[in-house]
């Protein structure tokens, strides 16, 4: 059984490595499920309508993470006042660790937080990176992605995983 899910998964790793897209302004976004709330309920960013934020995390309860994103919280208005139909705060975490951070940060706030659980969403987009020694594995890079219907508009991130500087609420909200 273990040798079967072992097989598994090297399947799903190298079915997403093969799809491996980079995101850029005028690339579609990558088609694959998002979880929200719950294992069940599912997302895919690529079948989305109007403009959209994604916000790319390395994970949850991190500190340099968990800072950034209540300025999207306490800025959802602003972006909406922008043309922004939503926020998609997505780390590569489970749903049960994503709906936790959720529940710390804003229980209430109209941003939605998505688990990307497999890390195939952010690797076919090009936007992870190796963090085995601190994370325990890869992770997003730290980005915020601008799409009108699937289609990426824009594209920003940092160089360095623990920066929230062109990633910030405001910087991102003066691009729009």
Known sequence: MAAALAQNLANKVASAAQSIVPAKPGSKLPSYPLKKNNPDTVVNLA?????????????????????????????????????????????????????????????DSRVEFLADDTGNFTRSAGLTFDATGLLGGERAQRYVIVAQDGVVQSLVKEDEAPSVTVTASDKVLASL
């Open 47 to 107: 079948e989305s309508k109007g403009k959209i934020l994604i916000v790319g995390v390395p994970g949850a309860f991190t500190p340099p993470c968990s800072s950034q994103v209540p300025g999207y919280i306490q800025d959802y208005e602003k972006f909406a006042a922008k043309g922004v139909h939503h926020i998609y705060v997505v780390p590569i975490n489970d749903i049960f660790t994503v709906n936790a951070w959720k529940e710390k940060l804003g229980k």
